[in-house]
């Protein structure tokens, strides 16, 4: 029998499961027919995830009396649009959604991003549940109820905080994923051992290799170790007023190297991974950590395949893109900091800081450039 892992979600209103199980995909029709579910179900997912999964679920969900509504949407983080969000309205109009109505996102964190969003603006709201199909939307994206999409301006700029119904993991769905998006995967995966739990970080140094070749027992491990800390900070901090601004570890300068990039240049774990190691960096400069704390992080980013070197952009290119990052208050950047592994502080960073690092960085034997 496949074993079942089960993650709970506990907020004072919308609590919800994190059910991870391989072949979960296979069930979908079942697990909808316990939600309830009657009719017609919005399945929203991209043209690669569509190959290789759409047929399968609607199979699975008529078999159950369910009725698939396909919503297609162009991949990458370039689609992640107030125009695509529109898009998905108008289809869930032309086919007469009501507020009972169900939507499925079927995909990675950009299709579980704007479909989430989309469930929350739909007639006031309506029900979603999560089908992550990447690593980082099976760690992250999709538990905690953050949707949204990307202004031009600035990564995930509009948005809101939306619970689902549920998150349903199938790590099957992982082989279907290309390599690079695996290895991207690694960086939110690293982030939890550093900002939460140093005795995961040290698992996931000795069984980096195998989580790479996605031993089964070693991702089942990991996936849930992962949504166990997202959903804890979660609970503490549902709307990011305090504790779960430590998830954001990594991602204020890896959020202005993607801006910069123009959503091309990197994948956006690759981009975290080397703000793992780069804010990490700036946090030893500060006097906040060791110099040894900066290199595990960066071995341990580096095992994973990811890179830790920064871009040759000015500096003032860079401060600008973290200047426009959602994490700003009153006009300030906002940094997560790891003191030591497992243990990180919330703290500004000043203009003239960075910059002195940066100069510094460029010349160092530790630097990025």
């Known amino acids: 029998m496949t074993p079942t892992s089960t993650v709970k979600v506990s907020l004072p209103e919308r609590s919800y499961e994190i059910i991870i199980r391989a072949g979960l995909l296979e069930r979908l029709g079942r697990e909808l027919k316990r939600y309830g579910v009657k009719g017609k179900v919005g399945v929203v997912t991209d043209r690669h995830v569509a190959r290789h999964y759409l047929k399968q679920i609607s199979e699975s969900v008529r078999r159950y009396e369910i009725e698939p509504v396909p919503i297609i949407l162009a991949p990458g983080e ?3 649009t107030l ?10 109009a032309r086919h007469r959604f009501e507020r009972s109505s169900m939507l499925l996102a079927l995909g990675g964190g950009v299709v579980g991003d704007m479909a989430g969003f989309a469930a929350s603006i739909y007639q006031r709201g309506i029900p979603y549940i999560q ?4 690593l980082v939307a099976q760690v992250d ?3 905690g109820g953050k949707t949204g999409v990307d202004h031009r301006l600035g990564k995930n700029l509009i948005g809101s905080f939306y619970q689902p119904c549920a998150v349903w993991v199938d790590p099957l769905t992982l082989h279907t994923l290309p390599p690079r998006e695996l290895v ?3 960086a939110e995966v690293i982030k939890y051992g550093i900002i939460a739990d140093e005795p995961f970080f040290v698992y996931l140094q000795r069984h980096m290799s195998e989580l790479r070749r996605q031993a089964p027992g070693i991702v089942a491990t990991v996936v849930k170790r992962s949504c166990e800390i997202k959903a804890e900070v979660v609970a503490a901090d549902e709307r990011e007023s305090d504790r779960r601004r430590i998830l954001n570890y990594g991602h204020t300068i890896g959020h202005a190297l993607e801006a910069l990039g123009g959503y091309k240049a990197f994948v956006h774990g690759e981009a975290v991974g080397i703000g793992l190691v780069q804010e990490a960096e700036l946090a030893c400069f500060q006097g906040i950590c060791a110099r040894t704390v900066v290199e595990e992080i960066r071995r ?3 095992e994973a395949g990811l890179s830790d070197r920064m871009p040759r952009w000015a500096p003032q290119r860079i401060w600008k893109a973290m200047l426009h990052d959602k994490k700003v208050s009153e006009g300030r950047v906002i940094g997560v900091w790891p003191e030591r592994i497992g243990q990180v502080r919330i703290g500004p960073i000043e203009k003239h800081v960075f910059e002195q690092w940066y100069s510094v960085a460029r010349v160092s034997p530790h630097g990025h450039a």
């Open 78 to 80: 370039r689609s992640k």
């Open 300 to 302: 341990t980013v580096n």
């Open 83 to 92: 125009g695509t969000v529109e898009r998905i309205l108008d289809m869930l």
């Open 141 to 143: 994206s999709s538990v």
């Open 184 to 186: 991207a995967g690694l």
């Open 131 to 134: 089908v992550p199909t990447t």
